[in-house]
């Protein structure tokens, strides 16, 4: 990391990885407690985080667990009593985190994690997928994914803004796509500490604060008698999050200068007949190919999603009905779904259901296992559309590009 020359607090820039970023970002945000257990690629995070307390640059409680479940119990612990904390994982560690990753959201336990997006196993692979994410998309945690280091620092600051506020106290999980974000290295643009302090307040549970002063009762048991209602107020808390969401980006775009689009980014959409739709560094490779293919006279753009939870249902249908083809990249799979396509696929279809200009949607599984998304592969997806476009229909809904033949 190169930090020689200013020290975190001072406005600079510096050349860093995705996960030393977020080292950077809990450092500047005051964060309390962290949790750690050594797992690729997310593990890096925690290896910066040692190093900058013991240089001196940041002063938290570092704890290492015997495994991934007990890191995310002790997080939710200390987060309940009232500290910032931060944990992640990857993989098959976020699945075998499973039972505390689901009693956080019903709780009202603003945890902040990341998840250094890998495959889950078997077979045993290292590379980037977003199933491990997706894993906690239905049980109140709110989601979104980075493509670039700068992203990742600027959205963990976000996800501390948004979770802790009052009105949603509900965990956040920062997709970072494995080696991609992970590992590589960008020109990240650090802020002051003064401009994290005025956009990131102290973490205040109120009442809700588990002390000895203030004796409550924490994730009761209560069956059929309270169990629905519950379950309300934590959906109350996941509808306040959009416009939570909202706010906190245009607070974010005052004092930062970045951010100025909540929910997703629009790339050469203005006068395009068709997009393509993905989450995380995809977009680096996809964007690329939507420049080279403008030059041959195609109309395509690029949205990239950036909160998927929650998500904006109406903004996306307003933003994509405008279009004559919708093409979706999912880097993951949902087997046995509808059309047997992939999760953001059917979030598409889903917000398209009630437009009343429908375009044209197609998915394509792609990039699995960390596989690289080349040229060929949005040409093709590109050339889908066309026909899609030509025919007035889509002849097949799902198609898994750049896959060999058995």
Not at 75 to 99: D, L, P, Q
Not at 187 to 213: E, M, N, T, W
Not at 287 to 309: D, I, T
């Amino acid at each position: 990391m190169v930090l020689e020359k200013a020290k975190i607090g001072e406005e600079h820039e510096a050349l860093m990885s995705g996960c030393e970023a977020i080292a950077v970002a809990l450092a500047l945000a005051d964060v309390d407690v962290l949790t750690g257990y050594p797992i690729r690629p997310y593990d890096t995070v925690i290896n910066f985080i040692a190093r900058l307390i013991a240089d001196g640059q940041m002063d938290a409680d570092l704890i290492h667990a015997e495994g991934e479940h007990s890191q995310f119990e002790i997080v939710k612990h200390a987060c309940v009593s009232g500290a910032r904390v931060f944990t992640g994982s990857s993989g098959v560690g976020w699945v075998f985190a499973m039972e505390p990753l689901v009693v956080t959201p019903p709780a009202r336990i603003p945890v902040v994690a990341i998840c250094g997006n890998r495959a889950v196993d078997d077979p045993g692979a290292f590379g980037c997928e977003h199933n491990d994410q997706y894993l906690v998309r239905d049980i109140g945690w709110m989601i979104c994914w980075a493509d670039t280091a700068q992203e990742a620092l600027d959205l963990i600051l976000m996800s501390y803004r948004v979770a802790e506020d009052p009105r949603v106290f509900l965990p956040c999980s920062l997709g970072v796509d494995g080696s991609f974000l992970t590992h590589a290295m960008n020109i990240v643009k650090l802020p002051s500490k003064a401009q994290v302090d005025k956009f990131l307040p102290r973490y205040d549970r109120g009442k809700l604060r588990l002390h000895p002063d203030n004796p409550i009762s924490v994730a009761v048991q209560v069956n059929e008698d309270w169990l629905q209602e519950l379950r309300r107020t934590v959906n109350e808390g996941a509808i306040t999050s959009k416009a939570v969401v909202e706010q906190a980006a245009k607070e974010f775009y005052q004092i930062f200068g970045r951010q100025k689009d909540p929910f997703f980014e629009q790339y050469m959409t203005e006068d395009a007949d068709m997009v393509l739709v993905g989450a995380g560094t995809l977009s680096l490779s996809v964007r690329a190919n939507v420049r080279k293919l403008r030059k041959e006279g195609k109309k395509v753009g690029f949205v990239r999603m950036k909160w998927l939870r929650p998500f904006a249902a109406e903004e996306v249908r307003e933003c994509l009905s405008r279009f004559k083809a919708v093409g979706v990249i999912d880097r993951d799979y949902s087997y046995g779904s509808g059309d047997f396509g992939g999760i953001m696929f059917h979030e598409m279809r889903s917000a398209l259901y009630t437009a009343k200009k429908q375009p044209l949607v197609s998915n394509f599984i792609c990039g699995l296992g960390g596989r690289e998304i080349y040229e060929a592969d949005v040409r093709e997806m590109v050339k889908i559309m066309e026909d899609s476009i030509k025919a007035g229909t889509v002849k097949t809904p799902v198609t898994w590009v750049g896959t060999r033949s058995r």
